[in-house]
């Protein structure tokens, strides 16, 4: 879905950060001798790695020319003598290019003056040098897309300049050190895909912009999170408790904290159009959706872009029209029932929502006009609740892997009894004498179903209290 979003912000931020301390253009002939402590730590560190086939990165370093400031590739110098490293970016960051292996020399950390430090995708394995504390000018370390193991080292927080984090995509293990919290600067910090364990430090750094944490095992509830926060991820984790935190972080425009067990209700202060990207499925939040007269500052309208995800939940209760208008909106296998308000509809007319996706609740009306055409970049799936979706719409534009359990479609039906609470499950040899209701849900030719006739109606003929079910009716096999 929104996915390739979550590079955006770092790389924009990073690119701000690099332009400035990449000061090989400024470095004016004639050239000095770059610092001898320089020097040799080149050495190490191009001892300690190597290119893969197929990469063509340390070919420029040449320790015989007389200039590694203005020859080698990924060095960057001081333009006053004597010249001392000032960025490092090791690897091409060509996409056809496989990058280095090998492992970080510790003889990084004699590079002091060194603001930037990165490490393109490749399978680099071992530690973080903890000696990395060491490099206090340091303002941004990007080291992602590797094989690098073991902790985050703590020296990592007595990085008083550090702006930006980003260790994602590697096998990092333990814990996020809370020192972490004390970082004055930290504007952006992306732990993402690791396999990082424990609960979260209490408090996050004060101004944070950007933090990601997605596919880890961090446990727990949520950390205090700051205020200036606009881009928040945790998902995949088995993180849990209440969304309360969340409240007050009025900057949110990204926020992703599906696959975990979170509960109780989602905050109302959530259902804004400013944050534009709320994925919170499959966790177990309750509660119901907001009246939009409820939610502060709801006056401007999602735009292009904006997607809302709470399917598997337990969100009951009427759909208010909060999110009417969402581009990519996913509201099913939840509990809400009855009708659904006109502006949804409206919004799906108009191409606004492009992709509406309302299965397995108990909704009993879709108010679909008789005649109206839907846009054909529409994806609206309405199978699997109180109502047989209207004629054409619905069946055909439903994944394929809908529910909970494709499976139980073949052979047996589920009937959700009213009070939303209990479920009934009932094998269809249990309802042999309920002729027709077998023949629809088994058949794959059409059944002698009379047009018009409403598979809630059957439920009440045969005495089953019930305003919801679970269909498995072929495509066609009500016109
Ligand atoms: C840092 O530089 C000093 C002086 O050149 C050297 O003795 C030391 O071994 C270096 N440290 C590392 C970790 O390479
Ligand atoms: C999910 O919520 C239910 C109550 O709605 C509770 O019994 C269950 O323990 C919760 N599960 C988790 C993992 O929080």
New binding site residues.
């Given amino acids: 879905m929104a996915q390739d979003n979550n590079f955006l912000l770092p790389l924009f931020l990073l690119l701000l950060l690099g332009h400035p301390t990449t000061t090989q253009g400024e470095y004016q002939q004639p050239h000095q001798e770059i610092s001898?402590?320089d020097l040799?730590?080149l050495h190490?560190i191009k001892s300690s790695l190597a290119d893969i086939p197929g990469t063509d990165f340390f070919s420029s370093w040449d320790f015989t020319s007389p200039d590694p400031c203005s020859s080698f590739s990924g060095v960057a110098c001081s333009p006053t003598p004597p010249p001392r490293i000032t960025s490092l970016t090791l690897g091409t960051g060509l996409s056809d290019s496989p990058g280095l292996a090998g492992s970080l020399s510790?003889?990084l950390?004699?590079l002091t003056e060194l603001t930037q430090l990165v490490l393109f995708p490749g399978i680099v394995t071992g530690p973080i040098p903890p000696?990395l504390g060491n490099l206090k000018k340091l303002r941004v370390i990007s080291l992602t897309n590797n094989l690098l193991a073991g902790p985050i080292p703590t020296s990592l927080s007595t990085l008083p300049e550090i702006h930006t984090l980003d260790l994602s995509h590697n096998q990092l293990t333990g814990s996020v050190p809370p020192g972490l919290s004390g970082l004055p600067m930290l504007k952006v910090l992306i732990l993402a895909s690791n396999r990082l364990s424990g609960e979260l430090p209490r408090n996050v750094p004060t101004q944070l912009l950007h933090l990601d944490l997605k596919n880890n095992r961090l446990s727990g509830w949520l950390p205090k999170l700051p205020l200036s926060l606009r881009y928040f991820s945790a998902s995949g984790n088995q993180m849990w408790g209440p969304l309360n935190g969340l409240e007050s972080l009025t900057e949110l425009v990204y926020l992703d904290l599906s696959m975990n067990h979170f509960s109780g209700t989602i905050p109302t202060s959530l259902f804004r159009p400013s944050l534009s990207s709320m994925l919170l499925q499959r966790n177990n939040l309750s509660g119901g959706i907001p009246q939009p007269h409820l939610v502060v500052g709801s006056t401007s309208s999602y735009g292009q872009g904006s997607i809302v995800d709470l399917s598997h939940n337990f969100l009951s209760g009427e759909l208010s029209n909060a999110l009417a208008g969402v581009e990519a909106l996913y509201l099913n296998n939840n509990r809400l029932m009855g009708k659904v308000p006109w502006e949804y509809v409206e919004s799906v007319y108009r191409g606004s929502t492009k992709t509406l996706y309302l299965q397995h609740n108990y909704i009993s009306d879709f108010p679909l006009e008789a005649g109206m055409a839907l846009p054909d970049s529409v994806s609206l799936c309405l199978s699997y609740n109180c109502m047989v979706p209207p004629v054409g719409v619905g069946l055909s534009a439903c994944p394929p892997s809908a529910g909970d359990n494709p499976n139980t479609c073949s052979n047996q039906l589920m009937v959700r009894s009213n009070d939303h609470l209990r479920s009934l499950r009932m094998k269809l040899s249990d309802l042999t004498n309920i002729e027709l209701l077998l023949r629809v849900v088994e058949t794959t030719k059409p059944p002698a179903v009379p047009r018009g006739v409403q598979l809630k109606n059957i439920f009440k003929a045969l005495g089953l209290v019930c305003t919801s079910y679970v269909t498995c009716i072929p495509r066609g096999a009500l016109t």
């Fill in positions: 001898a402590v040799a730590a190490e510790p003889s950390s004699n000696q």
